[in-house]
């Protein structure tokens, strides 16, 4: 079932986007070669508690950390560890969610670590594209059809290729809602997006190929070849002027 939102709850959520952009930022600040993984998710619960916020992800299902910390090959779901060391020429994937008066937000950002190859740049800025690209879609009368083909259409059109195992959501009071928001697709097909939606989309890029892996852990998920991996997400409501992604602090007001 699709739960729509009422202008008082999307403006909950979009408090809840606040507090997730500042722990991005915090993140992103602290980001160097020679900053564990552990480090990063300190930085983030360090915003959550300033905010009298709640970690979205912290016990969710069991998962023992604020933030979802990836490297390199690991898609998503990473686990923050002392032991994870970035190195000069990583790609670090953040994912993190807060609640704030029982409504989530999530987002998830790419970044790289000192240097990188001019490939993994292109596979950066060509995910975050493709995010944009699906937002670009995000209105009401289209289907979510129009926003996993605008997504794929970027990505392939790079000679990259797009996740199917792993998918964005709809979000609210719960994390993980209906409806899923594939990152392909067919135009014009799909469900109906309307005003009052609140959906997470995350385009989850590789260099290689869509297949995946799930670690021992239970929670990191890997490429299947072991091929490079970047992933961007936003919380985006559904107006009747179009999207309003409430986890970009760029996008304090709705559409009008």
Known sequence: MIITKNDREIATMRRAGEVVAEMK????????????????????????????????????????ATICASINDEIVHGIPSPDRILQD?????????????????????????????????????TTERALWAGIAEVRPGNRMGDIGHAIQTVAEG????VVREY????????????????????????????AGMVIAIEPMVNVGTYETRLMPDKWTVKTA??????????????????????????????PR
């Open 167 to 194: 998918v964005g959501h709809g979000i609210g009071r719960a994390l993980h809602e209906d409806p899923p928001v594939p990152n392909y697709g067919t135009p014009g097909k799909g469900v109906a997006l309307k």
């Open 25 to 64: 930022a915090a993140v992103r600040a602290a980001l160097r070669p020679g900053v564990s993984t552990a480090d990063l998710d300190k930085a983030a619960a360090q915003v959550v508690e300033a905010r009298g916020a709640t970690a979205s992800f912290l016990g969710y299902r069991g998962f023992p």
């Open 158 to 161: 790079a000679g990259f290729s």
């Open 89 to 125: 020429g990583d790609l670090f994937k953040g994912d993190f969610g807060a609640i704030v008066d029982g409504f989530h937000a999530d987002s998830a950002f790419t970044l790289p670590v000192g240097e990188v190859s001019d490939e993994l740049m292109k596979l950066i800025e």
């Open 225 to 254: 070849d072991g091929a490079m991996s970047a992933h961007f997400e936003h919380t985006i409501a559904i107006t009747e002027a179009g999207p309003w992604v409430l986890t970009d602090p760029d996008q304090p007001e709705p």
